[in-house]
C-alpha cells in the first residue's frame, strides 16, 4: 500500500522559495577570463603562500665533498635521498650530490627512484628494500634495481628481465642483527645457490645495515661486522662473487673507516644533520635546511586576553601578536607549542599559543629595556623558524630535542605543502 495519502499533488512553493542557481558546466577552462596561463604560472611559489623551505644546496655538495674526502679515492659513495631527500627535495639534491662526487642513489620506494628516472637521472639507484611482485615491471622499465632477499622475487624478477632481453641487476641484503629485513648471515651461501642458476640474476652488491652505529656502545656493532664479513667470506669461498660490498651508514662512515668496503651509504649527514654526538668532532656539516615564513597578521592583544586554541596563552600586556601562514600540517609539529623561538629582525621570540594546522603565533615584546633593539612587526616581514637571522639560530636538533625524537623525524617532517627554494 502506498504511503502517499490520497489528493497529494506535490508540495506547495514558498511565495519566498528562490530556485537554485544553474550548476557550474564542468567543461570551463581554467583559468578563466582574461588571464593567461603562464603569467599566472610564473608567480614564485613563495609568493603563494608565506611559507616555505629554504634548501642551500652549496651545503649539499659542502658536506658530499666532506664525506668523500673521509672515505678516499677508493671507496664509492651512495647518496640517500629516500623520503623527497629527508625533505630537502629529492630531485634537486640528487643531480647535486651526483655532481658532487657521489656514484650511486639510494630510495626507499619505487615511485621514488622513478621520479629520479624522469627527471632524466642515470645513475645507479638502489630500492634499500624488497619492493611487492607486482612492481617488478617498473624496475625492468625504469632501469631501477632492487634489493633482494626472498627467492621468489628473485626468480620472478629475472624472468621478467628475461622475457626483455635484459639483466636483473640487485644488491643481496644480509640480515647481520638488526633483524629487520634481510637474509640471516648464516645463510647467504644457500640462498644464493637457490636462485643463481637464472642466467639473467646479476649481482651487483651485497651490503647490511647497522643498528647501533650510532650509539655509544659497540659490542653489537662488531658483533655485526664480524658476521657481515663471515657472510661476504663465504660467499666468496663457495664461488659467487658479492659484487659492491657496502654497510656503513653515516654514523659508521665517519667513525669506523674498516667498515666503508667498496661503497659507503650517507643519508643524513648529506643534508647538514649529525647522525650522533660522537661523528660531531670528527666531520664538519653544513646544515642544508631553513624554514623561513612572512608575518600574515600582527594585532595587539589587551593584557589577559587569550591566543589560540584553548586560550593556554594570555597576553602580558606591551606586546604584539604575529601570524604565521603554517602549523602542524606543514610539519611544525603541535607538541613544540610554547617550546620554540622565531627569529625576527635577529632577535629571538617566543613562540606563543597552541600550534594551529595551518597557523601559528609569536610574541613581540614592545618594551624597550637595556640595550635591546625594539622590534616593529609588520605584516611581510621574514621571519626564521629553522636557521640563522643576524646572530640567533634555531635548529632541527633543538626542536628533536624538545620533541625526544630525533633530527631525520624533524628534517622528513615538512611537508610538501611547503614549496622547496633553491636560492
Known amino acids: 500500500m502506498s504511503d502517499i495519502p490520497n489528493g497529494f499533488t506535490g508540495f506547495k512553493t514558498h511565495e519566498n522559495f528562490q530556485a ?13 577570463r582574461n588571464y593567461n596561463a603562464k603569467k599566472l604560472a610564473e608567480i614564485p611559489e613563495d609568493e603563494r603562500r608565506w611559507a616555505w623551505v629554504e634548501v642551500d644546496l652549496t651545503a649539499i655538495r659542502s658536506n658530499v665533498m666532506a664525506a668523500k674526502h673521509i672515505i678516499g679515492s677508493g671507496c664509492r659513495l651512495m647518496a640517500v635521498v629516500k623520503a623527497d631527500a629527508y625533505g630537502h627535495g629529492a630531485v634537486r639534491v640528487a643531480k647535486t650530490a651526483l655532481n658532487s662526487g657521489a656514484e650511486y642513489l639510494g630510495v626507499a620506494t619505487i615511485d621514488e627512484a622513478i621520479e629520479l628516472r624522469e627527471a632524466l637521472i642515470t645513475a645507479p639507484i638502489l630500492i ?46 644480509i640480515n647481520t642483527g638488526m633483524n629487520r629485513i ?9 640462498f644464493m645457490m637457490q636462485v643463481s642458476f637464472h642466467r639473467a640474476l646479476e649481482l651487483v652488491g651485497t651490503f647490511t645495515h647497522f643498528a647501533t ?33 657496502h654497510a656503513a651508514n653515516s654514523a659508521a662512515t665517519f667513525r669506523y673507516r674498516e667498515v666503508h668496503f667498496d661503497m659507503v651509504r650517507v643519508g643524513i649527514a648529506l643534508y647538514g644533520l649529525y647522525p650522533c654526538q660522537q661523528v660531531r668532532h670528527l666531520i664538519d656539516l653544513k646544515p642544508a635546511m631553513s624554514v623561513k615564513a612572512r608575518i600574515s597578521d600582527v594585532m595587539t592583544v589587551p593584557m589577559s586576553e587569550g591566543v589560540s586554541y584553548g586560550l593556554v596563552y594570555r597576553s602580558p600586556g606591551s606586546v604584539k601578536i604575529c601570524t604565521l601562514p603554517l602549523g602542524y600540517a606543514d610539519g611544525l609539529q603541535r607538541g613544540l607549542s610554547g617550546k620554540i623561538g622565531i627569529i ?55 626542536m628533536a630535542h624538545i620533541l625526544n625524537t630525533i633530527n631525520y623525524e624533524i628534517a622528513t617532517g615538512f611537508s610538501n605543502r611547503l614549496p622547496r627554494i633553491y636560492p
Open 20 to 32: 537554485l542557481p544553474d550548476l557550474p558546466d564542468l567543461n570551463v577552462k581554467y583559468p578563466t
Open 128 to 173: 634499500l628494500a624488497e619492493p611487492p611482485l607486482s612492481a617488478i615491471p617498473l624496475l625492468v622499465a625504469y632501469q631501477i634495481m632492487p634489493t633482494i632477499y626472498t627467492p621468489e622475487f628473485a626468480i620472478q624478477y629475472a624472468e621478467e628481465a628475461d622475457r626483455n632481453g635484459v639483466r636483473a641487476p640487485y644488491h643481496l641484503k
Open 344 to 398: 625576527l629582525g635577529g632577535q629571538k621570540c617566543r613562540q606563543v599559543g597552541i600550534i594551529c594546522m595551518d597557523q601559528c603565533m609569536f610574541e613581540v615584546d614592545m618594551r624597550a629595556y637595556g640595550n635591546r633593539v625594539r622590534l616593529n612587526p609588520q605584516i611581510g616581514d621574514e621571519v626564521v623558524l629553522i636557521g640563522e637571522q643576524g646572530d640567533s639560530v634555531v635548529t632541527i636538533d633543538e
Open 182 to 190: 634481510g637474509v640471516r648471515h648464516d645463510e647467504a651461501v644457500d
Open 213 to 245: 652505529a650510532d650509539m655509544a656502545e659497540t659490542l653489537d656493532f662488531q658483533i655485526q661486522t664480524k658476521r657481515f664479513t663471515e657472510a661476504v667470506n663465504a660467499m666468496r669461498a663457495a664461488g659467487f662473487n658479492p659484487g659492491i660490498v
